[in-house]
Structure formats: C-alpha cells, structure tokens
C-alpha cells in the first residue's frame, strides 16, 4: 500500500478593511510611529471594529474564499480543524460555526488552542488524520480577532495585534508533497509571562476582574522575546537537520510574525537570505495563529510545485514548533 501525505491543494483569506496605523495609536496612548517600527517592525494592522462580527465570521469568509478558489463543494469537506485564542464563544467551538456558515455541513469540526503556534499544531493535527487513510479532504482554519482581547490604554501590547483570518485545503496524495515532518513542543513554564488572567474557570468574570483589566492580553516583553527567538530558531534548525537539508535547499521560511526582530534571529540562525522570508508583519501585525496561514496565502502566487517550505512559531503556553511542508502545487497556475 502506497504511504498516504497530506498536502495543501489551496489557500483562503481574509481581512478586515479597517487600518489602525500607529500615528492612529499615538493618538490614543503614549507612543509614536518610530518607537513601534524600531521595537517590533509593525507600520499599521487591520481591525474588525462591527461589534457583531467575529472570529468566525473571518474564518467563514477565509473558507469561502478558499472554496471559490479551488472550485470544490462545500459538502465534500469531511473535516475543519480551527486554531483560535479568540473564539466566538466558550462553546460552540468556532469551528462548528465555520463550518454550518460556510455550508461544509458534511464535516466534523472542533478547535485548537495553542496560542500563536497554534496553526501548525492545527495543521499537524489534520495531515495525522489523512495520513490514516479514513479522510481525504479537510480546512484547516486559523482566526484570531485580537482586537477583542487588546488593551488600548497599554503601550506595550496595544501596537502588537491585528484580525485576520486564513485557511489552507488539505487532501490526501500519495506522492511525496505535504507535510513532511512536525516537530511540536510545549513548556507550561511560561504561563505567567503571556496571559489572559481572567475569563476561564480560574477566575471567573467578575466586576472586580473587569475594573483590574483581567480580560486583555498581558505580556511581559522580554521573557517572550528570549524564549521566541531560541525556541523558533532551534525548532526549525532541528527539523531542517533531520530531514537533511541544506540551507541552500530551502526555498521559503514562514515564520511566526510577533516581532521582526525574532523573525531576523531566526532567519540568521538558519543562515537563509532574507529575501527567502515571508514577512508581512508590517501591515498586518501579530494575528497570532493566522499569522503564517496569512503568509501562504499572500505568497500563494509565489510558490511553487515542489517548494521546501519551514514554518516555525512560538506562542502562549509555552508552545513552539517548526514543520517541513514540501509545496503541492504552482501557485501562479491556481
């Protein structure tokens, strides 16, 4: 029997039209565009401001784009695996959501969280359940309207976060394309220095939890940027050694977009050219675990059959992880 892979047959996105630059940041807390450029490389991020829509509503329409591009029907998705931290509601998943909006009403559903890595996980996830022969075709979704969990009054985070969503189609093949190898980690040292310090079953919702600000993303800076930069950067060299690469056959990193400077690290550590770095940062920001899903699916005219793609993240958690992902098709052709 031939060995089943899993490979991505097509990308969706989407984001809002709203633009929160950082001179429009600056007129709402202390900070000016070069602080924000200088410190993580983030000009402005787009910004879901209906009230009425969400996470799943992005989601939706990164699917339908999805399912316009590649022309297939929706009732033939058998399954939408969603990563999000900003789910619609603490049940029903999002994903359940995305998948009735979206008229994929053949497919199981349920989502991830594993922060900003959680895509890969997410990705890693579906390719397992192709890879046992019992599917053949499923979304992988990624969402995050981070809006809804940011702190407007706070510096330090407020300038980091935009909405987003994107997807990726996934179907069994037996050739040697796909997702050829995940390596995923989590170290649950790193709770307290990337959180959100209220809404679960911990501390509950509460007037004093909303007066001290609970409900927003708290960070601290330098802790995340330590452990981003050694973890993405080791991830990936690891997964790129033990699958034999050279540098020289990489053709595209995709990493994490939460600060160039972790981006910048990480590519040096593997000793590829910049120009090899899909970075869009700067007019997105960190949309968390749609960030590299976002990357596919701007470069998507770029790639090609055959591609050595390595994509690496690092969030909350601590989770992290890198993929090797062998492109399936030419992009410029889809």
């Known amino acids: 029997m031939d060995k089943i892979n899993a490979v991505i047959t097509g990308v969706g996105g989407f984001v809002p039209d709203d633009v929160l630059t950082n001179d429009d940041l600056s007129k709402m807390v202390d900070t000016t565009d070069e602080w924000i450029m200088t410190r993580v490389g983030i000009k402005e991020r787009r910004i879901l401001k209906d009230p009425n829509l969400s996470s799943g509503y992005m989601g939706t329409q990164a699917v339908n784009d999805l ?20 789910s619609d509601y603490h049940f029903p998943s999002t994903a359940s959501i995305i998948a009735y909006e979206s008229g994929c009403r053949n497919a199981y559903a349920f989502d991830i969280q594993a922060a900003c890595a959680g895509f890969i996980f997410a990705l890693e996830t579906a390719a397992n359940y192709i890879r046992s022969g019992r599917y053949k075709r499923l979304i992988v979704v990624s969402s995050e309207k981070m809006s809804s969990m940011t702190d407007y009054t706070d510096r330090a985070t407020c300038p980091l976060f935009g909405d987003a969503g994107a997807a990726v189609l996934l179907e069994a093949t037996t050739e040697d394309y796909g997702v050829i190898d ?20 911990l501390r509950m919702p509460s007037h004093e939890t909303v007066d001290q600000r ?3 993303v708290y960070q601290e800076g330098q802790a995340v940027f330590k452990r981003a930069v050694i973890d993405m950067a ?7 050694r033990r699958n034999g690469l050279t540098k020289d056959q990489i053709d595209w990193i995709v ?11 990480a590519a040096r550590r593997l000793g590829v050219n910049k120009d090899k770095v899909m970075i869009n940062i700067r007019k997105f920001g960190n949309t968390s675990s749609t960030t590299i899903p976002l990357c596919l699916w701007e470069w998507e005219d770029r790639l090609r059959r055959g ?9 909350a958690g601590w989770t992290w992880g ?3 992902l062998k492109w ?6 889809a």
């Open 67 to 86: 399912v316009q591009k590649t022309g297939i029907d929706p009732m033939s998705v058998e399954g939408i695996v969603c990563s999000t931290s900003t």
């Open 182 to 201: 995940t390596l995923l980690r989590t170290d649950g040292s790193g709770k307290s220095h990337l959180i959100m310090k209220a809404g679960g079953s």
């Open 214 to 216: 609970l409900h927003f």
């Open 234 to 240: 080791d991830a990936a060299e690891e997964i790129v």
């Open 255 to 265: 990493p994490h977009q939460a600060n160039l400077r972790i981006i910048d690290a």
């Open 307 to 315: 591609d050595n793609l390595i994509l690496a993240a690092f969030g």
């Open 322 to 324: 890198a993929t090797y």
């Open 328 to 333: 399936g098709y030419d992009g410029a052709k």
